[in-house]
């Protein structure tokens, strides 16, 4: 693709995102044959456009990494993008309004201490692990019915579109995260339920895996901040007046009015 026809395509899709509308996707229109490659270079740009509207990164995210969301998305490999200041949602609610046709996923998010870059191991990234959080994503594909293949999703930014965190500081030696289990109560029934372990077998190696995407572009893993490891679970289709309810084994629940 020439530089010209990633603009072109990076706008499309922040058009979809800024104006709240579902578009068709990339691979089934103008580029069949988009590459990993060139999808992060368009995601790239949607960043550059984001910003040109005033707005500021806060972190990466992973996404993709647990079986679930790979039955569910038809999409098996791990994806990076990234999470804006103006994504966190206050006061635990989620306005449906604000969104195209948002969904909500549990999961675990990581806060580093130390830098951490290139291939490290479960034990390398624990160490260097200030404290876990419990979160909640709300994605929202800007593609039609929320059908898209790894490089759209790439472009689109992961569906990055909402982000809530627990505010209880957990020292990672007291968790075991591959036993940690959220359980996803809508209106009060369980509708999904997912361990640690269904992320990448340990939600560190959802990490490790943000390490080695980092150092391809001479970047190193954020410290200070949280970030997201993926859905341990499906995610969830949401409706105004939905109360949703994640709780974990340790972790804080997190309690969120769907407007
Ligand atoms: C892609 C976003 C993936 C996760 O946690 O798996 C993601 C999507 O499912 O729309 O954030
Ligand atoms: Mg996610």
């Given amino acids: ?3 010209s026809e990633i603009l072109e395509a990076a706008q499309y899709v922040y058009h979809g995102e800024k104006y709240k509308h579902e578009i068709v996707k990339l691979t089934d229109d103008k580029w069949p044959n988009l590459t990993v490659e060139e ?3 368009i995601q790239k740009e949607v960043l550059k456009l984001r910003e040109a509207d005033g707005h500021t990164i806060y972190a ?3 996404g993709l990494t647990s079986k679930a969301k790979w039955e569910q998305m038809g999409v098996d490999s791990p994806i990076v993008g990234y999470v804006f200041k103006d994504m966190l949602e206050e006061n635990f609610t989620v306005k449906v309004s604000d969104y195209i046709h ?15 870059s290139g291939d490290v191991t479960i034990e390398e990234v624990l160490e260097n692990t200030d404290y876990i959080l419990s979160s909640a994503e709300v994605i929202d594909s800007r593609y039609l019915n929320f059908d898209f293949t790894l490089t759209d999703v790439i472009a689109d930014n992961t569906s990055a579109s909402g982000a809530v965190f627990g505010v209880e500081k957990y020292p990672v030696e007291q968790l075991d995260l ?7 109560k809508l209106n009060g029934d369980v509708v999904v339920e997912g361990t640690g372990e269904a992320v990448l077998g340990h939600p560190a190696l959802a990490i490790a895996e943000l390490a080695k995407h980092l ?8 410290t200070g901040v949280p970030i997201m490891t993926g859905g341990m679970t499906s995610a969830v289709l949401i409706k105004p007046g939905d109360e ?5 084994t340790n972790l804080e629940t997190i309690k969120i009015k769907v407007e």
Avoid at 102 to 116: A, G, L
Avoid at 178 to 184: D, G, I, M, N, P
Avoid at 215 to 222: L, Q
């Fill in 102 to 116: 948002p969904r909500i996923e549990p999961e675990i998010s990581f806060v580093m201490k130390n830098e951490i």
């Fill in 39 to 41: 999808a992060y270079q």
């Fill in 60 to 62: 990466p995210k992973m």
């Fill in 244 to 248: 949703v309810e994640i709780s974990y």
């Fill in 215 to 222: 150092a391809k572009e001479g970047k190193t893993v954020p």
């Fill in 1 to 3: 693709m020439k530089q």
């Fill in 178 to 184: 591959v036993t940690e289990k959220a359980v996803f």
